[in-house]
């Protein structure tokens, strides 16, 4: 093999690793983003249903004490 055929295939190599490194990085960055748009609409979720119980125990609190 003359050396400059290997230069073009360890090239080639590289930059189809690099390829994969930036679609693996894509891929992760999706992800949390996902994650993330999750984890604050379970926030929300939880806050409201944390407030109905609140107001609950208030109404229930009146109410005993009249």
Do not use: H, W
Not at 44 to 56: C, G, I, N, R, S
């Amino acid at each position: 093999m003359e050396p400059a055929s290997r230069k073009e295939k360890q090239k080639q190599r590289d930059s189809s690793t690099r390829g994969d490194r930036a679609k693996q990085k894509s891929a992760q960055q999706e992800l949390k983003q996902r994650q993330r748009a999750e984890i604050y609409a379970l926030n929300k979720v939880m806050t409201e249903l944390e407030q109905q119980q609140f107001e609950a125990f208030c109404k229930r609190m009146q109410s005993q004490g009249e």
